[in-house]
């Protein structure tokens, strides 16, 4: 093969082309937006799906619901650290007052 030849080139115009293409359907396949013609991002088939916003909704709202879940959780194992680690005797008052 030359590598002067317009051979070569064509065949790298092939290539770019077909990994372009195996990119994109890759992309569209597992729903990422895709680049248009002008370097920009277009919008997904279906984007406007009303269901779709509305799973994302429910998951908006349970992701909200378990970071306060978490953050009341990282509390309490504070207070636990708290009354395992300090040397001091604890009465059953300052163990009640800590649950408070």
Known sequence: MSWSGPGFVIAIIAISTIG???SSWIRAKH???L???WSGMSDMIG???PEAKR???LLTN???QLTGKVSRLEERIAVLERIATDPARRTAE???KLRD
């Open 55 to 57: 799973k994302i909704e």
């Open 35 to 37: 680049e248009n013609e």
């Open 31 to 33: 729903g990422y937006p």
């Open 47 to 49: 984007s406007e799906d």
């Open 94 to 96: 300052e163990i009640e």
């Open 62 to 64: 349970e992701n909200e």
């Open 20 to 22: 372009w293409l195996v």
